[in-house]
C-alpha cells in the first residue's frame, strides 16, 4: 500500500464498514463497523485495520531495542528512565555475570545511558536486560531525542534510510525505539552532520520519496563540507 | 415576544463566532492545540501518559486524567490575580468530567495525563474553548478516546436562545436577563459530558437550550475533525 | 527527561573545538520571532520566540496610590511564571525561585535602565498614579528564557496604550483605551545571559547547554551602560572571563538592540494594518 491511500483519521471515525476485516491496533469493533480508537494513520493491510500512531509517547513492546537513562539505583538494580509511561527496571539478574552486587553504582551511575532490550512489559511496569551482545553502557557519542513515532522513518525498510546516513557521515549510529538516537563519529562534524541528516528526516516524516531527498540532501552536504565519501558501512541496527 | 431580538455582533440567532483551530503548538509537549471562539482563544498542552508521582494518587486500575485550566493575568479587562482561584479550580475539575468519558486510560495504570488549558484572550465562553482545545491536544497527543468532545455555550436573554455567548450577552439584564448554558457533547454518539447553567430557566426552555448547543456542535466537531486530518500538510 | 551524562560531556568535548550542538557559533543567538497584540484585552501583548523557545507577556495598567517617597511616580510590578505548559519540568502552583528570580532580574533591568519615565504616569501627586504592571508567562522552554522574557517585556510595553481614565470616579474605564502610549526611553533594555561550561562562554543555551551550565552572568543594558547583572549558578568566574563578559555584553547590546527594536516596531505596524 502506498503512503498516498495512509489516510489521517480521528478518534470515533468509521474507518472500515462491514464485519470481513479484523480490527487491529488502535481500532476497536462498533457492531459492524471497525473504528478508530485514536489519531493515526490508517493502515489495512491482509483483512487487518489498524492506526499506525503519529504522536504519542514510547510504548514498550518486548525484544526493543531502547536507550535509557539511569534514574536511581536500588539494591538489585537500576530504576531505568526509557521515556515511557511505565516505571522500568534493570535488574542486576539480567547482567552479564561478572556484575557483583555490592556496589551496583561501579558499574552504572545516576545519568548514564544504557543500551537495552526490552525484556517484558506488565501492568506493573518494563523489565529489561542486558544480556544480549552488543548492549550496555554507551562511554562515548552524542544523543539526541526524536519522537518515537518517527523511528520507523530514521530507520527505513530493512535499515535502508541509517545505512544511508551511516555511510555518508562516517557515523555510528544506534536507534532505541524509544527515539533516543546514540551517534559516534571520529570528528565532532562528522557526528553533527548525522545530527543533521536525522533530523532532515523527521522534519519532513510526512514528505512522500524521502529516500530520494534524504539522498540528495546528504550529497550536497559532502560537497559542501568537502567530504570524501566512504564505501564501507559498518554495523547495523535492528 | 422576547426583548433580545438583535445580536449586539449581528450574528444570527445560532450563529457561533468565528472558529479556528490548530494543533502541534507547543513544541515540548505531546500533544498540543489551540481553539477560539471570536476573541476568546484557549490553549491546550498535553503531558502524557506518564508514571504518576507522588506514588499514593497512583490508581492500579488505570490512568488519571488530569485538568488544569488558567486564564492568563492580562486576558481579562481587569487583570486577574496570577495563579489558581476557586473559580479556574472548579472549571479544571468539570472540564475533567467533560472529558473523561471519552478518554481511555484503561492500559495506563498508575499514569497520569496532564491537561494544561490557558486562556490567552477571553470574551465569554473560555472554558467551551478550553475543553474544545483540551479534545483536540489530548487527540494530538495519541491518546487513546472513544471520540471527541465538543463544547459550546448557549445563553437565553430574555426569552431568546442564542448560541456562543459573549460578555456584552452574558451582561444582558432587560426582561428575564441572562441565562448562561456551557455545555458538552460526544463529537459521534452525541451524549452529554458537561452542563453548568448560570441564570433563571424553564424545564422546556432548558430542553431547547440543549438541542441548541447539540446542533451548534456539529459545526465545532467539523472543524476538529478538519484540524487533526490536516496534520502535516504545509 | 533528565539531560544525561553523556550529553553533558559531548557538549563539553564540542565546545573545546568551538562547535555547539547546533552548529551555532558560541556567541550566535537563534532566529527571533515577535508579534503583538496577541491579547485584546490588555493594554499592551506580545508573544516572543527565540528558536523553540516562548514567552508571552501582557501589559495591565491600573490606578494606585504612590509610594510615599515617590510621591508623584508611577509604580511598576513583575510577575513571571514558568508554568506547566512549557515544560514538563514546570509545575502548577506558586512560583517557584526560578521563576521569582528571572522576574526580579527583568523588573531591575527596566526600571534601573529608566526605561519607563515614572514621573510621567503620575495622575495626581500623593494621591493617584499609574501602575504598570507587567506579567510573564513561559510557553515553551528550549532554554534562554530569561532572555527572551526581556524581549518580551520590552515588546509589550512598546504595544501598550493607556486607558481612559475618568477623573470624576477616580477609575479607570477598562477596555476603552486612548492613543497615548507608555512614556518609554528611546533606546529599549536588553537582557544577555553568559554561560560558563567548561572553558567556554556561551549565550542563548538551548535546555541541555543551560542543564550543563557551571555558571551564569546575566546583564541588563540600555544603550550601551549595563543597569542590571546577576550572577548565579554554583561556580566561580575567574575575574579575567567576567571582564570579558563585561565588554562582550556591550558588543551584544549594539549588535541586538537595533534588530530587536526593528523587529517589535515591525510587529507591532503589523498588528495595527490587521
Redesign the interface.
Known sequence: MSEKDR??V????IIKEGDDYLPGE?TRREGKNIVA????LRDEQNKLVKVI?????YIPRRGNLVIG?V?DIAFNGWMM?I?A???SFLPVAECPRFFKKDDLSEYF?I???IACKVDSVK?KGVDLTIMPRGLGK?E????I?INS?KVPRVIGKEGSMISMIKEATDCDITVGQNGLIWIKGNK??D??FAK?AILFVTER??VEGLTEKTEKFLEEEIKKRGKTKKAEVEGDVE | MSKYTKRFDGRKLDEARKIKAAVGIIPNADGSAMFSFGDTIAIAAVYGPKVMHPQHAQNPEKGTLRVNYDMLTFSVTERKRPGPNRRSQEISKVTGWALEPVVMLEDFPNTVVDVHITIIQANASTRCAGINAAALALAHAGIPMRELVSSVSVGKLDKTIVVDVIKEEEDYEEGEGATDIAMSFTSNSGKLTHLQIDGKISAKELKEAVETGKNACREIYELQKKTLKGVGEK | MMVSNLTKQRIHDYLKEGKRFDNRGLLDYRELEIETGISINAEGSARVRLGKTEIVAGVKLGVAEPYTDHEDEGTFITTLELVPTASPKFESGPPRIEAIEMARIVDRTIRESKYIDFKKLCIKKGEKVWSVMLDLFSMNDDGNLLDVACIAAVAALKDAKIPVFDEESGRVKFGEWTEQKLPLAKEIPLLFTFHKIGDSVIVDPVVEEEESSDARISLGLLDGKINALQKGNSESFELEGVYSIFEESEKKYKEMSKKVEENIDKAIKRAKGD
Open positions: 489516510e489521517i480521528i478518534p470515533g471515525e488502535g480508537s485514536r489519531f493515526g500512531p503519529l504522536s504519542g509517547v537513562t534514574a528512565d521515556n509511561p511505565y516505571s551511575g545519568g548514564d545511558l501492568r554507551l562515548d557519542g552524542m544523543i531525542q513515532n565532532v562534524d557526528e553533527l543533521e516524516s510526512f
